[in-house]
Nanobody, 126 residues
Framework: QLQLVESGGRLVQPGGSLRLFCSAS????????IGWFRQAPGKEREGVAC????????NYADSVKGRFTISRDNAANTVTLLMNSLKPEDTAVYYC???????????????????WGQGTQVTVSS
């Protein structure tokens, strides 16, 4: 059974960069589309970035486009979210989620994904 663990979250200053990792166990990620989501206190969970199982298709929320990059290394069973030019409004708990899907399918919608990690806290503050 697929299990996901996020890591890399920490306190970072505005304008800084951070790399989050989504590591999988129990199954290979080869056939899963992956999404990164975040939830700030008092706000609804929102999709941030997603990538297809073949790695050829990505999508980003408008709020992070040009600043965040999602990538995957299926050999390492890991998906990475590189976050640059961080802003205080990026502060949230970040989750990765997986859904079995072939080809180019990917989604920024949370209920499209059935397996979730426990989350990692990202705080952007001076």
């Amino acid at each position: 059974q697929l299990q996901l663990v996020e890591s890399g979250g920490r306190l970072v200053q505005p304008g800084g960069s951070l790399r989050l990792f989504c590591s999988a166990s129990g199954s290979t990620l080869d056939y899963y589309a992956i999404g990164w989501f975040r939830q700030a206190p008092g706000k609804e969970r929102e999709g941030v970035a997603c990538i297809s199982s073949d790695g050829r298709t990505t999508n980003y929320a408008d709020s992070v486009k040009g600043r965040f990059t999602i990538s995957r290394d299926n050999a390492a069973n890991t998906v990475t979210l590189l976050m640059n030019s961080l802003k205080p409004e990026d502060t949230a708990v970040y989750y990765c989620a997986a859904e079995p899907a072939a080809g180019s399918w990917n989604s920024l919608v949370d209920y499209d994904h059935t397996t979730w990690g426990q989350g990692t806290q990202v705080t952007v503050s001076s």
